[in-house]
Structure formats: structure tokens, C-alpha cells
DNA sequence: GATGAATGAGCATTCATTCAT
DNA sequence: AATGAATGAATGCTCATTCAT
């Protein structure tokens, strides 16, 4: 990588890092280009060597965190189930704070709005969260941890649910409700009762 | 009323539901005013003569579909605990599927942003149906058919969590995880699951 | 005049007065008919029983103040004219400012601006104010008090411009100059100066 | 000043003089931003790349004629105060006229009034004038042509009521009083009057 | 790669005025 | 005379995006 590029790379990451810090502060529709651009220290149209449309920006500011998730759930392998998965919606939601309500407000709407978003795959969020989930319960079976017969489907559809309703109820109270708080809550009341009908006895 | 009270009471009717047609079809920025009244059969201002701004009407749109729940909801007062929760949640989901995804889209969004809607009352949507089920919890403790220990507050939270997850999940998916299907699966594998713990021996 | 008349001139009359009040608070343009109606009490619709146009209040709400300076002039007749311009003067810079900074601005503008007033009479204040004026001073010259030979008609428009300076003074400085407080000394200074040359030894 | 520079002020200057051009024409709420841009030959928003508000534009309208009379002020150092006035008032009419009666009527209006105009400085074109026209008569107290005693603060508010007087005469006669015709008349009339107290006898 | 002037479609909202009741 | 729902023209302003430099 010459100077060059990564004078270009260093610019990309500005231009991240300033959209994220004015969307914790307002909402997406309330900031323009421009915004970030003059934070940023750059000129408008450069946004645009970056990014082919303004939304584009949103799914790359919460990739930096959650992409430290995985790195981590790899780190997670001898772990029992039930702490893994305590640990995982922790960081899930701490990544989920960390990103602000308003970027929050966000995947639910428009980013992922195939109306907006033409090439949108279907989506991509909600999958990503979906299979990283999916494969640290199908782990657990292959490793014994879980039962053959354990619905796993269903319980990464129920869990995920979950985990954005957390979300959603934070965006819709308006801050009132604590999606880390509650996500902990959730973990040491439930999670138990939700798994014990599928963990074997080692 | 009079004549001219009723035909100002079935405009605002008539705007409301071309309003819930057209949010059925595309996202509510999609939508404009003109839309609305042109397929109402008003001139643009009678929009405001009823909405001080276009987001209002996405409220008033919800309105009716869960006024009925809190009707249905009184008429429960026999059945078990889980046969109302069931009932409760499937009446919810079908009410949230008729609004559209789009509507459900903005739920989450302008409407209960307070930076876009200055008179707003710290999400109304969600406090209404907080309360609703905390309402059906309390009652059930009152009645003895859950016990006195049970956390109505934690479960409370907890499922209405898991239900505006379901509507989350079908946004963020775009449709795919069709949340009424998955709510249903949801009461069938889990309610008596969380509930077990305080179900009183009658 | 029976009660329906006398009713219909309170309405009228109440209407010009709240006109007034809200001009004294914020420019015409910032006002409209509905703010004007419901402080007053009645239907937007009753507006237009008193008036053609918007506009057409504003001269009505100066009439009634400088009304009152034609009655005060007629009870002048024995002074001298120098202490009944200084009187004049006074009068006509208090009605002024009750009025009103912003009623002030708008005389200057639409209402008097025939693009906006199809059927004003080449700017009746002016004309009024210019008569009024050039009443005085013709009296004066008649009764022998003024020369011959005075420039009535070149005094009457330098001391007009003076007193409409004064006004617009206050507009333009946005109240810091004030209008009565100048004229006063003004008059303490200069009249005597302005007239002496025309003034007849008695 | 490189070539799109030089392009950007071509562009600036010719929204101003063709906004100009229109105001001589109407009144300025009867013209909009899309008249100044299409007859400017100029897109819709690029009126926006150089006023923040429609308003702003008024204000530079007068700002070339007016500099031109700070700098004429500066080669009238030899003349006799009552030229140099007479001068000053001509040519200060000279500009108001080439500016149009609909520009003069705004200037009363709304550019000055805070409540449109949020960053206005207190009358800029008031305080403008009043500092040019005192820097006249005070360098004429330290060349020893008026006296020491001359009231130099009343005499500048005095004469600039009296301009600003012809302005506004001319707007509410709409047009009929000619403001530079009675300017003339006053400078001939009253001038020698006015300062005669407070010329030295050299 | 960076710039920033130019673009122009797009839209919510206002509000004077009308008129059937 | 009073009402107030309905009207619909009118427009300032935003801003994502482009492209010549």
C-alpha cells in the first residue's frame, strides 16, 4: 500500500468515524453530506469517491463494531453455552449502544429498505446477525453441548427476536428503556429456562 | 352532531385509511401529501385542516386495528393465563400485519423521535402496549393464577421485547421472517416454557 | 342603530384593536386572519365581513388614533404657530408610536404599495397627513401670523419628510432611535430657526 | 483569484444585478427566487449557494451604489461644508432613486426587521449612514469651519430623518414625491438656515 | 484523489379567501 | 351576522449528486 492509498484509506475512516459522531447526535434524515464533509475536513464531493449514495454509509459505521463480535466469539470456543451466549448478547448490545439510537433507527428503516436501497441483499444486517447466532448454537450440538434434537432454527429466530426487540424497544421509549440492562436481565432470568430442555448432561 | 360535524369526521376518516392504502405500498417518505388527498378526493390543505404535520397521520393509522385489542382483551377475562397471552400476542401480530411493513417501518422511527415531533409523549406506542400486558400480568396475579413472586415487571419486559423483535426482525429482513408464522411458534414452544416457574397448582 | 348593528360594530371594533396588539408584538406578515379571529373571539370567516382584504385593517387601526389629532387641531386656533406645530408634532409622533413599530414598517409598505392594494387612493396617509399640515400653515399665513410670501407648500413637504424620517428612522435603527424623544428636540431646535424668516412682527 | 473563482463572483454579481432589475420592476414579495435565477440564467439553488435567505440579497443590492458615495465623501476634503452637504444629499438620493422604490420600501421592512433577519446588526444601513454623515460634519468642527459648540450629534439625526424622510415620502406618495426634485429644493432652502448658527467667519 | 460550484427535482406547509350552513 | 371546513395556489429552501477543473 503506497502513500497514496493510504492517505485514501485514512480519508474513508475519517469520513466513518465523523458520520457516526453526528448520527448519535441526530437522525439520519437530519444530516447531510455536507455535515459529515466539512467535519470531516473534506470537500463535499469527495463523500462521493467513497460512497455511491449517502445511506451507504450507515452499514459501514456498524461494521467496525461488530466486527470485533466475531473475532471474539472465535476466542469464546471452550466456553460453556450458556456464557457464551451471556457474553455474546453483551457485546451484541454494547456494540448496539455504542453505535447510538438514531443509527439504530436506522436499520430498521430505510438502509435495509429495498425501496431505497437497490442493491440491498436482502436484508444484509439481519443475516449476519442470523448466522453468527445460528452457528454458535449448531457449535454447541456438534460439540454435545446441546442436544441432537435441539430446535435450533427456532431458538436463533426466538433469540435474535429478541436481541432487536431490545433494540426496538429502546428506540420506541425513546432512550427510557436500557437495551444493556435489560439484555443482562434477560440473560440471568431466562436464558436458563430457555436452554435447560436441551442441554445434556455431561 | 350536526351535518357539517359528521362530514368533517368522515374526511378525516377517509384520509386515514387512503393514508394506511398507500403506506401499504411504499415507505411513508415515499409517500406526499398530494398522494394522500389526491386518492382522498381533497385539496392538499384539508391534510392539515386534521394533521398539523404528515407524520401525525402514521399514529392515527394504528389507532383503530389496536383499539380493538383492548376491547378483545376485556372479553379474555376467563381464560387461562398462557390461552389469553396466546391470544393476545396473535391479535397483536395480526393488527401489526395489517398496518404494513412500512408502517411497522415507521413506528420505529419519525413518529417516536422526539427531534421530529416536538409534542410527542415518550413514544406513545410503546408505553400503550407496556401497559396493556403488564395489565393482563398484574391481573393474573390478582386472580392467583400466577403467583405473588412473579416478576411482572422483567416479563413484561421481556415478552413485549420479543414481540416488537418479531416486527423488528420482519423489517430488517424485508419480509422474509414473517412475524405472525413466528410469533405463533413462538407461544407454542416457549410461553409455558417461561411461565412454568410462577404458575400457581390450583 | 339597533342591537344587531351595535353588536356588529363591537365585533368590528374588537377586531381592529386585536389587529393592533398583535402588530405591536410581531411584523404583518407574521400574522394571519386566524391569529386575529380567535384572540378576538369569533370565526375566521367573520373577518371578511368586515373586511375586503387582509390588509385593508391596517389603515383602519391608525384611523382612530390620528382621528383624534384633526379634533385636537381645531381647538388650537389661538395659539401661536410655532408652539401649535410643536403640539402637532408631539401628538403626531404619539400616535405613532402607538401604533406601533410595526405597524409603522407596513405603512411604508403594502399598504400602500398599489401592486398589492388595487384600490388604494395614491397613498391616502400621506395625502391626509400632507393636508393636515398644510392646513396649519395656510391658516397661519391667512391670520397674518406668516408672511405672505411663505413657501407654504416647500415647508409643508420639508416638515412632513421630517416627521416621516423620524418614523422611519425608528424602523431602520429597529427602535433604538426614537421617534418622540427626536422630535421634541427638534422642535426645541430647529422650528424657530426653520420659521423665524416668515414670521410677521406683531 | 483562479478561473472558478473568478466564474463564482460572475455568477454572484449577476444574481445581484438581476435581482435589481426585477425590484425596479415589483414589489419584493411579488418577486421569487426562481424569477432572479431564471432571468440570471442561473439554476434554482445556485441562489442559495450565495444568500442563505432570499431577503440577504437586498442588502447588496444598495451595497455598490452606497460605496460609491464613501469614496466620493473622500475627494470632497477642499469644499465648503454646504457644498460638501449638498453634495452628499444629491448624490445619497441619486443612489436610493437608482435603487427603485420598491428596493427603498424593503429596506424599511423586513431586511431590517430582527424578527426576519435573525443576524442583523442593529440597522446596519441606518448606522451605516448616521457614521458617514457625522464623520462629515465632526471633520468640519476639527477644520475649524463649524464651531466648537455645534450640536453635532442632533444636526446628523436632524439631516438624516430629513433624507430618510424624502424616502419615505416617496414611498407612501407611491412615487408621486419626487425624493431627489425635494432634496434639491431643501439643500436650496434650508441648508444655509440649518448651519448659519454654527458657520466660523473666516 | 480532491474539489466545490452548479444543478433542479422535490415537497411540506401556509394561509387568504370562499361559501354552504 | 356568524361559522369553520374546504380550498389550492404559491414558494422558499434543501440536498443528493454530478462534473469540470
Redesign the pocket.
Known sequence: MNK??T??L???RKLISTALELLKESGF?????????KKA????????????????IVLDISRVPFGEIADEVEKMAGMEIITKLTHYFHRFMECVESCGINTCRQWTKDVLNPNNVPDNKDGQKWAYDFEMLKGILENAVKNGELKENTPVELLTHIIISQLYGMMTCWCMSDGKFEPLDWTNKFCQAQLEIIFKPYITQQ
Chains 1, 2, 3, 4 share one sequence.
Open positions: 497514496r492509498q492517505a485514501a485514512e480519508t474513508k434524515d437530519a444530516i447531510n453530506v455536507e455535515d459529515i464533509t475536513g473534506v470537500a463535499k464531493g469527495t463523500f462521493y469517491t467513497y460512497f455511491k449514495r449517502k445511506e451507504d
